[in-house]
């Protein structure tokens, strides 16, 4: 079946550090990749996505392009702030319509 | 207005006792989604409906019933409940194709005492 497994938690930054959290999938056929981000108490939101092979999605200063060759959908952003600080969700949609999540990460950025 | 909403948002009872938890959506989405997230956040998809038609039911206890009278609701069931279902719980839905992302609610979070 299909899984997407990214870097383990917590995260911790000072203000303006730079910002990586690996996602890598497996997958058959072509999925549709996905940053979903829930600050406290509430929902997922969706961050950004990118729907094929070398596409960048991008939003708020984070960015993630999609690599088939290496399955991985890593997410990015130059200079993190204090409310960037939640729970960051690597996720594929499959040619079936099926979601997968990864299992989170927490980040917390300082000031 | 809130595109998906769930209600209660906040939910504490007894072992035992039964309980629902309704989900609407105003986005005209084809598919919902039931979720369950627990205390370390993983999140786990319990059920799917297309078009008020089960399509998804993940590795979930009898206990857990879903009902969609149409295609805009999606609610949940849940009989006899037990310590270990305490969690929160997420509605959601997405339009049709792959590209389409999740659009969630802010979540029911459900206490078993």
């Known amino acids: 079946g299909n899984s997407v497994t990214q870097m383990e938690g917590p995260v911790t930054l000072s203000e303006e550090a730079f910002l990586t959290i690996n996602c890598t999938y497996t997958?058959?056929?072509?999925?549709?990749l996905f940053w979903y981000v829930q600050y406290p108490g509430e929902g997922l939101q969706l961050l950004l996505k990118?729907?094929?092979?070398?596409d960048k999605g991008s939003n708020k200063g984070f960015e993630a392009t999609y690599r088939k060759e290496t399955t991985s959908f890593h997410l990015e952003k130059g200079s993190v702030q204090v409310s960037d600080s939640a729970v960051y969700f690597c996720?594929?949609?499959?040619?079936?319509?099926?979601?997968?999540f990864g299992d989170g990460t927490t980040l917390t950025v300082k000031p | 207005d809130t595109a998906v909403s769930q209600t209660p948002k906040y939910l504490v009872t007894q072992m035992g006792n039964d309980k629902s938890i309704k989900c609407e959506q105003n986005?005209?989405?084809?598919?919902m989604y039931w979720y369950k997230q627990d205390s370390k956040k993983f999140l786990k998809i319990m059920f799917s409906?297309?078009?008020?038609?089960?399509?998804i039911n993940e590795t979930v206890p009898n206990r857990f019933s879903p009902k969609s009278p149409d295609k805009a609701h999606l609610n949940l069931h849940i009989n006899s409940l037990e310590l270990g279902d305490s969690a929160v719980y997420f509605c959601?839905?997405?339009?049709?194709?792959?590209?389409?992302?999740?659009?969630f609610g802010e979540g029911s979070r459900l206490t078993v005492l």
């Open positions: 959601a839905s997405s339009p049709g194709g792959m590209g389409g992302e999740l659009f």
């Open positions: 997958a058959t056929g072509y999925p549709s």
């Open positions: 990118a729907t094929k092979a070398d």
């Open positions: 996720a594929l949609r499959s040619n079936a319509g099926k979601s997968t």
């Open positions: 986005l005209g989405h084809d598919t």
């Open positions: 409906y297309n078009n008020k038609e089960l399509i």
